[in-house]
């Protein structure tokens, strides 16, 4: 019902702006499209010329997903004529990036449908609150609690979620993954692992080399053929057969060994990959789980015994274990309780919280698909823009940053670390153009600001999280004022900038559209436009109406064996910047423990800054989205810092009272409330908020700006922090 009051904003962007003062003084002059399309293609140009296209970034994020108009827009296809660097999301990257070294299921698809939860007898939600941030996911567990289904939820926070599940187990921040391997560690010494699946549906058998840190294969033996499809070798994998004695193909060991040492007829030394599992699992303990989550001895054992006893076990997460530097080993050892209790590939098992499309068009290579296309430039995260602006290097290498376009993003109130972005980008940045519909953060900082259509005034073809179909949005009005589609947008800065080809003049939303079906998958299961255009939604999954597709049981897992994998053979970074991963590569194979970057209970900074910051989920804002609208700000009309009474106390501070949160990051000053759903030790400002709404600074200031090489990803929780009465 709010989103009447963003189409018809007071404060909505209207027209064409150019800024008129210094930037971010928030004085603009209105001008004409054709001015403004004029002056950024001459802009562009200039600045291609000089530096390069690469000096050009085009930066897009996740503020709206359809195909036509959110971050898959044909403005993709002119980052790619141009030659220009088109910026990677760095943020919720972390959970896949952990989950796909064991299910190989990439950055996204590791979830189930929401509703095979009802097929589960326990729900585990970890670190995520879907009755306010995923009410859609949310009403599955509640279905399925009425049913018998047992919910438990583990989280530093006693959130709308945790007072409705059966048991809430609080936990110290940044420790989730500690506590998942002291759990599979405890199976083990206790016996309670699922022999039966890890030997026949996961990699525990399969044998490791000493020498090269590879599975024993076919391919070491013998020429194998290469597959023409995926032009990879046809391989298969060595286990150890009691049997016979000696090493056999997976498929012919008639008694393949789960845990041993062995050295082959030739003399290569290997060992299973349970074996190293084991040995690397030996070390976490029960007791130090206990010392770093506060959650008891008794209650950790008890809970991995329910992981191994229950008849179906879903964990339900988010990004809550995603935000912190060691954020994909918390979910790669969740990944790993789930293999080794065989609670995946099953009815009412495995993952949800995240489900993603089977299937969505290939739009890389369909705005790739024109003469004029010279290459996409898309390794570079955007949490490393900051840097690269700031240096004008990239691993030391020049890499001039001149110019940049926003499109369903403001990275200036979503980065972490916000001061970094103002201090080194702002001064370095010639010109910046900002697509929206409000003037945002990264809007009031730039030089021209372009109005969008709202989501009802423009057609798109969507897929979306935890359905399993595609639908087409469909325009209700006209755009309203002088604002176009995205789509629209790039054609004419496109054609202004020389590329017709690639930019037909005549072209309208639907021969855009038709595009996105020229794609093989599209042509073998009949997806049109017309079809879409007809039936409203297409359901995209192979499995038949009503029954949730399951990973790794709906289709085979996408590993390379098909099976679960303990062992991580070819450990790769998300994105390849050229980043030096020559120390970490060796320890990247088995799953292991790092501490967070800050959050850690035993962090030496907790002294100076005791508190742990997240910034939970608002349920009146989606990121920054709705930050403007009335209704919404007459429910929730300020920033709060959330506190326990016990810190407030602490510092002399009352419920009400203004206070300045701060670490050497930055600050923020805004309103205190004191709640008792908040842990000691841990403060929360929900996240969304821009600049303007705080006394001063900003909650973003004191974000974590270091993100782990392999799954470059934020780290907005792994911050400390403290906070005081405001002028004391």
């Given at each position: ?22 930037r ?12 403004a ?9 200039e ?8 000096a ?9 997903y359809?195909?036509l108009n ?18 990677a ?7 896949g ?6 299910l190989g ?17 326990l729900?585990v ?5 879907p ?16 049913n ?11 959130s709308?979620?945790?007072?409705r ?19 599979c560690?405890?199976l083990?010494?206790?016996d309670?692992?699922?022999t ?19 599975h ?9 053929p290469t597959?023409?499809a995926?032009?990879k070798?046809i391989?298969d994998f060595y286990?150890?057969?009691?049997a016979r004695g000696?090493i056999?193909l997976v ?6 060994v789960m845990?041993?040492s062995?050295?082959t ?10 074996l ?9 303990s ?10 008891p001895?008794?209650?950790i ?27 994909y ?18 009815d ?13 068009p290939?739009?890389?290579a ?12 898309s390794?570079?995260?955007n949490g ?22 926003s ?8 980065q972490?670390?916000?001061?970094e972005?103002m201090?080194?980008?702002l ?9 929206d519909?409000e ?12 109005p ?5 005034e ?21 755009p ?11 054609g004419l ?5 020389g590329?017709s ?12 559209m ?22 409203k939604?297409?359901r995209?999954?192979?499995t038949?109406e009503?029954k949730?597709h ?8 996408p ?34 423990y790092?501490?967070p ?5 035993d ?13 939970e989920h ?15 700000r007459?429910?929730?009309?300020e ?12 510092r002399?501070?009352q419920?009400g ?7 050497d ?8 409330l004191v709640?008792?759903s ?11 908020w821009?600049r303007?709404?705080?006394i ?8 974590q700006?270091k ?12 911050s400390?922090v ?7």
């Amino acid at each position: 019902m709010a989103y009447i009051e963003r189409i018809y904003s007071p404060t909505r962007v209207k027209a064409p702006l150019r800024r008129a003062g210094e930037r971010g003084a928030d004085q603009w002059e209105q001008i004409s499209w054709d001015e403004a399309i004029e002056e950024i293609a001459s802009k562009l140009k200039e600045i291609s010329d000089k530096y390069g296209p690469k000096a050009v970034f085009f930066d897009a994020a996740s503020g709206q997903y359809g195909f036509l108009n959110g971050i898959y827009n044909p403005l993709g296809r002119l980052s790619g004529v141009m030659g220009a660097t088109k910026l990677a999301v760095s943020y919720d990257y972390a959970a896949g990036h952990g989950i796909d070294r064991v299910l190989g299921t990439g950055d996204w698809a590791y979830s189930n449908e929401p509703n095979s939860v009802l097929d589960s007898s326990l729900v585990v939600i970890w670190g995520t609150n879907p009755v306010l941030c995923a009410p859609q996911n949310w009403r599955w567990m509640q279905w399925a609690h009425e049913n018998g289904t047992r919910i438990i939820d583990i989280d530093p926070i006693k959130s709308a979620t945790a007072h409705r599940a059966d048991e809430w187990i609080p936990v110290t921040p940044g420790h989730d993954g500690y506590l998942a391997l002291a759990m599979c560690n405890y199976l083990i010494e206790h016996d309670l692992i699922n022999t039966e699946y890890l030997i026949n549906q996961s990699t525990a058998c399969f044998l490791v080399r000493k020498d090269t840190q590879k599975h024993l294969r076919k391919s070491d033996y013998e020429e194998v053929p290469t597959d023409p499809a995926t032009k990879k070798p046809i391989d298969d994998f060595y286990v150890w057969d009691n049997a016979r004695g000696d090493i056999a193909l997976v498929g012919d060991a008639q008694d393949p060994v789960m845990e041993g040492s062995f050295t082959t007829s030739d003399g290569i030394e290997v060992d299973t990959a349970y074996l190293l599992l084991k040995n690397e699992l030996k070390q976490y303990s029960i007791s130090k789980a206990s010392e770093l989550t506060g959650v008891p001895e008794d209650r950790i054992a008890k809970l991995a015994e329910e992981f191994a006893t229950e008849r179906a076990v879903s964990v339900n997460i988010t990004y809550g274990l995603d935000h912190y530097v060691n954020g994909y080993q918390n979910t790669w050892a969740i990944a790993t309780l789930l293999a080794l209790t065989g609670q995946c590939c099953r009815d009412g098992a495995g993952f949800t919280g995240v489900f993603t499309a089977t299937y969505s068009p290939n739009t890389l290579a369909i705005w790739a698909g024109t003469p004029e296309f010279k290459e996409l430039n898309s390794q570079i995260p955007n949490g490393l823009a900051a840097e690269v602006f700031g240096s004008q290097k990239l691993e030391g290498k020049d890499y001039p940053a001149k110019a940049m376009i926003s499109y369903c993003s403001s990275l200036l109130s979503n980065q972490p670390s916000q001061k970094e972005w103002m201090e080194k980008v702002l001064p370095n940045i010639e010109f910046w153009v900002v697509l929206d519909t409000e003037l945002n953060d990264s809007a009031r900082y730039a030089d021209i600001v372009l109005p969008v259509a709202s989501w009802y005034e423009k057609e798109d073809v969507r897929v979306a999280y935890n359905n399993p179909y595609m639908t087409i949005s469909e325009k209700a009005i006209e755009p309203l004022y002088e604002s176009k589609p995205e789509w629209e947008i790039a054609g004419l800065i496109g054609r202004a900038m020389g590329y017709s080809a690639s930019f037909p003049e005549g072209w309208s939303a639907d021969d855009w559209m038709n595009l996105l079906f020229t794609d093989a998958v599209s042509e073998q299961r009949g997806f049109t436009l017309d079809r879409l255009k007809e039936e409203k939604v297409i359901r995209f999954t192979t499995t038949e109406e009503g029954k949730p597709h399951i990973r790794g049981m709906s289709a085979p897992l996408p590993t390379e064996s098909k099976r679960s994998q303990l062992y991580c053979e070819n450990p790769k970074p998300r994105l390849n910047w050229g980043q030096d991963l020559s120390e970490r590569e060796p320890h990247e194979h088995i799953v292991y423990y790092q501490p967070p970057e800050e959050a850690g209970s035993d962090h030496p900074l907790a002294e100076k800054y005791p508190l742990v910051y997240i910034q939970e989920h608002s349920r009146f804002r989606v990121h920054i989205q709705w930050w403007e609208t009335p209704l919404l700000r007459e429910l929730d009309p300020e920033p709060l810092a959330k506190v326990n009474g016990l810190d407030a106390e602490a510092r002399g501070v009352q419920n009400g009272d203004i206070v300045e949160v701060f670490n050497d990051r930055g600050h923020a000053v805004l309103k205190c409330l004191v709640d008792e759903s908040i842990a000691p030790g841990v403060i929360s400002i929900p996240k969304g908020w821009q600049r303007n709404q705080f006394i001063e600074g900003s909650y973003q200031e004191m974000t974590q700006p270091k993100i782990d090489p392999y799954p470059v990803a934020s780290s907005f929780y792994d911050s400390r922090v403290d906070f005081r009465k405001w002028g004391e």
